[in-house]
Structures are given as structure tokens and as C-alpha cells.
């Protein structure tokens, strides 16, 4: 992909200079990008400045010229139209690439260095059957998919926090990938989560980006007060009445084996499941679950403006994009999350803190 992007590139800056130029700067483009791509599947602390004036820049080059290649038939498109009339197919195409590759890198900036700083608060009410009165009300912050590390690092973790904790929820749960990858970011991440504030405490539950070595980061994690749920469950108490918090392992990734925890965590009172994956919802909706709070596509992550809930890179894979939905009794909010994976990118998939409250169903 990196190499066909490129190809691109080139072809739209001979334009403007000799091919072996326009060559040579998109063969350094890619031979750049490559690593910084590598580097991201081993996210580790490095000076802040290499993030910002190497890997930001590169991202967005690669961005734009994804743009380009993207939008490359209909360029040719234009292009055969124009040379209809003028001729010079090959250079009318090439002019129009070079306008794509110009509306590539304004997409590429409002998607690196805008959208993914202005964070929204997502309210949804929820009815649960035989939800007791005394939680009639409750509310639940849910964050997911921090994946703090070198694009989001602490700092921006604990703005979140701080708007999060403006919500005053009485429950507060982070519904994994806390971090990028590696276990570099395990500290920063833990010390994010600390600064979570909830009546009622603060619930993690673990991600497939949180698996280099989830025991270390769990235990990081609650020596800081929360609590990491991993097959386990909380029951919360207003007065006699019960609500039981439970969350699934990040390992777990079957539907058999997800429904088999809600099965042993249930106690009649009504369930809320943190569970990363969405691909569990029939199997923990069977089993008695009432509401899942789970992430993991980010909501596609990038989309189409205007279309996003249906055109967006999950979708195109399969997968539930962001929002809720509904089995039976049993509801699932799938959060779009707030860090991002690959590139640093969300167009028209804004992150995002759900504020959820239950009520009588």
C-alpha cells in the first residue's frame, strides 16, 4: 500500500519537476514512512519532538497521498473527459491528481491535528427490564480505546479524565485498549486512569492492545485504586437493591467463552458487561447480559462525511461501526473511543466519552 501510494506521488510531482526527482522524493517518502509504521507496532517512549516534526508530517503525507491514489480513477475520469476536447490524456490526468493530492493534504491536517483533539460527549438513555427503582437514573461514563502512547500521550489521557469527571457519573468504566501496544505507555496509562472520578469507582476491563504483558499493567493499574475486572464482577448496592458490574478478560475474544462469564457472574439482579469486542453481543445477550459497554472498531475510525455510521473502515470489514444497538432485551453501546491505531487519523469519526443512563424498562 505504502509503495502504490507513492507511485502516486511521484507520478503527481513530475509535473512540477523531472521524473527521477519526483521519483527520488517519493522513494525517501516511503522509505521514511516504513519504519515510523513499524515503530507504531512497538510503541515505546521516545523525545516528544520526533513524534512532532517526523512521525506527524509523515502520516500526513501518507494520508494525502492515499487521498490521491483513492481518488485516482475518478481522476482519470476528468482527465479522459478534458482530453476529449484538449487532448493530453496523460498530463490531464497528472494535473488532476496534483489537485487530489492538495485536497489530500487539507484532509490529512483536519484529521491528524484537528478533529482528533475536539472530544464529544455522547448522552444516551437506556432502558433495562426490571431495572430496580433505586437505579432509575444511574449514570455511567464510559471511555474506551485511550491507546495512550506517543500519539496520545499522557497529557491529552488526563484532559479526558478532567471531562469525564465534569459528567459526575456514578460509575465510571474504560472498556480496554489502554494503550498503543508494547508495555512502554503502562505507567503514563495507569496514572491517566487514576485520575478517573466516580461515586461508585472507577472499572477497567482489557483490550487485544493491552496483551504484551496485561498482568504487569493490571496490577499498575489498581495499585492506583481502580478496579480491572477479567472475568470477574462488582455488585454495586443502592440500598437492598443490586446492579452487577462484570468485564471479560482481554484474551477472551469467543462468543462460548464470554457467555460462560456472564453465566458465573450473574446473580438475577441486572447485569452491565464490560467486553471489549462487539462480536460477542449474541452470545452474552443469550446468557442473561442486560447492557454491554464495549469499543474496539473506533467507530471505523475513518469515514465518509455525512455517511459516516455507514461508510466507515468498519463497516467496510464487517464490523459494528459505533452507537446502539439492540438484541431482545439486552442493549449494546458501541463506543467510537478516543485514541486511534495506525494512523494517527479520524475523519468524520470524532472520539468521543459516552455518558449512559439506565433507565426502567
Known amino acids: 500500500m505504502l509503495a502504490c501510494v507513492n507511485a502516486v506521488l511521484a507520478v503527481a510531482l513530475s509535473r512540477f519537476m523531472h521524473a527521477w526527482l519526483a521519483a527520488a522524493i517519493a522513494g525517501l517518502c516511503y522509505v521514511a514512512t516504513v519504519p515510523r509504521f513499524i515503530a507504531q507496532m512497538r510503541d515505546r517512549p521516545r523525545p516528544r519532538w520526533i ?9 500526513a503525507q501518507f494520508g494525502a497521498s492515499l487521498f490521491a491514489t483513492l481518488a485516482s480513477p475518478l481522476c482519470f475520469v476528468v482527465a479522459l473527459a478534458v482530453a476529449v476536447v484538449r487532448g493530453g490524456l496523460f498530463e490531464s490526468w497528472r494535473a488532476s491528481l496534483c489537485v487530489a493530492y492538495g485536497v489530500g493534504v487539507v484532509v490529512a491536517f483536519w484529521a491528524i491535528w484537528i478533529e482528533r483533539r475536539f472530544v464529544r460527549v455522547r448522552r444516551l438513555d437506556v432502558q433495562i427490564t426490571d431495572l430496580p427503582a433505586e437505579f432509575d437514573g444511574y449514570t455511567i461514563a464510559q471511555l474506551s480505546d485511550l491507546h495512550v502512547g506517543s500519539f496520545d500521550p499522557k497529557k491529552r489521557a488526563l484532559q479526558w479524565a478532567a471531562l469525564s469527571n465534569s459528567l459526575n457519573p456514578d460509575l465510571t468504566v474504560v472498556t480496554g485498549d489502554l494503550v498503543t501496544s ?24 482489557m483490550g487485544n492492545h493491552d496483551q504484551a504483558h ?18 470477574t464482577a462488582h ?59 464495549t469499543g474496539h472498531t473506533h ?33 449494546m453501546y458501541v463506543n467510537a473511543g478516543l485514541g486511534t491505531t495506525g494512523p494517527p487519523m479520524r475523519l468524520a469519526v470524532p472520539p468521543e466519552i459516552a455518558l449512559v443512563t439506565l433507565r426502567r424498562g
Open 51 to 59: 513524534t512532532l516534526l517526523i512521525d506527524l508530517p509523515l502520516f
Open 182 to 205: 508494547g508495555t512502554g505507555f503502562y505507567a503514563d496509562v495507569a496514572d491517566a486512569i487514576a485520575a478517573l472520578r466516580a461515586k461508585d469507582g472507577v472499572f477497567v476491563s
Open 214 to 231: 496485561n498482568d504487569e499493567l493490571s496490577r499498575l493499574v489498581e495499585a492506583r485504586g481502580p478496579t480491572v475486572l477479567r472475568n
Open 235 to 293: 455488585i454495586v448496592r443502592r440500598g437492598d437493591a443490586q446492579l452487577v458490574v462484570a468485564g471479560l478478560d482481554g484474551r477472551i475474544a469467543s462468543s462460548a467463552d464470554a457467555a460462560k462469564v456472564v453465566r458465573s457472574c450473574s446473580t438475577g439482579a441486572p447485569l452491565v458487561l464490560l467486553s471489549h469486542y462487539p462480536w460477542t453481543f449474541q452470545a452474552v445477550a443469550a446468557a442473561g447480559a442486560d447492557l454491554v459497554l
Open 299 to 331: 467507530g471505523g475510525q475513518l469515514a465518509i462525511p455525512f455517511l459516516s455510521r455507514r461508510c466507515n473502515l468498519a463497516r467496510l470489514t464487517g464490523q459494528l461501526s459505533r452507537g446502539l444497538y439492540y438484541s431482545g432485551k439486552t442493549a
